[in-house]
């Protein structure tokens, strides 16, 4: 009996190889931001306290249950375009822009963190539409306006809880 090896098809839906690379290096970074964004969130739900923590500490665990399951998304599609997705600490340590909260910040600290975290993903985000545009990769496209829409929202909610 002898064993055939078969060879994994080319990928052929329409983006180049080259464009490929180009969008799943920015999902990279967005998948990056997102998991540094979704660990902060996780870490700030189980550690904030003050007058504010029922509120905060809910609030908290709806933006982290958000984010884990975008993260799948996003992973999701870097594998649609035929890449592996990062996947390790030390990667995404490299690729994020958003740099970890080292102690335990006041409640107060918490938000302004969160907000700014939840910017610099959508900066990320944003940052990859031309080369998306480019290619006509509209699923991806569709992808990052979801995750716009969540992080904008996100960041004003929680800009709202510093204003007098």
Known sequence: MSTKKTKTPNIDIGIAEADRKKIVAGLSALLADSYTLYLMTHNFHWNVKGPQFNSLHNMFMGQYTEQWNALDMIAERIRALGFPAPGTYKEFVKLASIKEVEGVPSADDMIRHLV?????????ARKLFPVVDAADDQPTADLLTQRLEVHEKTAWMLRSLLED
């Not at 700014?116 to 990320?124: F, I, L, P, V």
């Open 116 to 124: 700014a975290a939840q910017e610099a993903t959508a900066r990320t």
